[in-house]
């Protein structure tokens, strides 16, 4: 396709449509929808790639997506600060290897501040639909506050956005209280209650031995083991601080010697026998930390180390041992006005019930709002089986990009990497569209499933695939729609440049050219 004349549409400000028989709506270039890691990294690529109009819509008070919303005690994230953080704003205050949930927070808002995003954002302001349309080549949205528009949409609203809840007989008989991890109640004092967790993820691995001993019992009700290893956390002291401050070389030096060593896992994960090493630390790890051997027969899984999630704690194991806890393997039969009934028959009393169950994660959030070319919603074209061209955009929905969509997420190492590649890609999108007087652009089929069968070969043989059990990894035909199989750098490598072959390129309408004339 030949190239027109460049003729750049990206204006400064948002500004206002006016249509006939309707009211004013505002517009801008580029909407980014959710202020976590992922669309703060699009809004710092977008500015400097020369795009200064985008809105920041962010249905809560503050920034932070699930740093924001994740505030349950002993939240912490599981990959080394200086690696989860963003490689243009290191942040040399790190009190402790693995950073706290107070301090991811505090980090975001700091970034927010310094990229001087605050003048970009509309807090309290959800998002309820999206629509293209495709005469006016653009995307409305319909907001709590109005409706927008947008030649651009970037759902940033991250794969652990919205909390999953099972649906338990009785749920709604219980008398007590209960509430999901990520919407931990504070106001509540658990000190004294009988308490009841169901779920042993990655966040109930780290508030059950944060409020085992304030309360009176703990019942943990697992449904699988996961393989547990050492956190090996420690705080950074002010001497390494200062000279991070001092000397940042020195801090980019630690982030790079984290990264490769990180990255050179995925090699395990890609040749399951070489799991053999972690497994038996792991088996040493539960050994150290549980002495009873009944107990210990429970948490061991049946399944092959990284199959699933593996979580790190230093005290995880240890707390299922203390007086006040119980592990119950046995299910959940139905859940009555003070308790919970497992398949044995019998009765754990509580006042509490705390859901450590994850998150919904067959679909990102708002995909079964926003509707494409053909009138169809993004979560009804992918049915069970989401897949996008490197995971970021998808063929109907000109324009459109998605942070942590499907095959973004990692078992290896820091995801922020994976975002920030995300970005560097929409950045060239939007950048192509502007040079060549584009109205949209979108992957074609043929690009979108070849990417889906690399993904499908890079998979074949690793941890994932052949680990003989099921995860939130794999969708219900057993096809990994979550993890990236490869290595970050070979992401980033297809990431680099934006290759108008892979795309349907979407010329503007006459009526928009003779507007724009």
Known sequence: MAAPTRRSTTTTQPHELTEPGSAITVHNHVAIIGTGFGGIVTAVRL????????VMLERAGEVGGVWRDNDYPGAAVDVQSNLYSFSFAPNPHWHNTYATQPELFAYLKDVADTQDLRARLVLDCAVERLEWDPAAQLWRLETVRGPRTATHVVLATGALADPLIPAIPGLDRFEGVSFHSARWQHDYDLAGKRVAVIGTGSSAVQFVPA???????????????AWVV?????????LSRALYRRFPMF?????LSLYLRREWQVVAFRNPALMTLPQRGARRHLEAQVSDPRLRAKLVPDFRFGCKRVL????????????NVTLTTDGIREITATGLIDHTGTHHQADVIIFGTGFQTSRLPLTDRTYGRDGRSLAAVWGSSPTAYLGTSVTGFPNLYLMHGPNIGLGHTSVIHMFE????YIARALGYARDHDLAAVEPTPAAQQAFTDDVERLGEGTVWTTGGCTSWYLNADGRNTNIWPGTTLDFRRRTQQFDPTQHLLHRRTPALEAAAS
């Open 230 to 238: 050492r956190r090996h956390d420690r705080p950074v002291g002010s």
């Open 312 to 323: 790190i704690s230093d005290e995880y194991l240890r707390s299922l041992g203390q007086h």
């Open 251 to 255: 801090q980019r030096l630690e982030r």
């Open 47 to 54: 500015r400097q790639a020369g795009f200064p109009d985008f």
């Open 211 to 225: 409020i085992q001993s304030d309360v009176a019992h703990l019942t943990v009700f697992q449904r699988t083991p």
């Open 421 to 424: 590649s995300q970005a560097n």
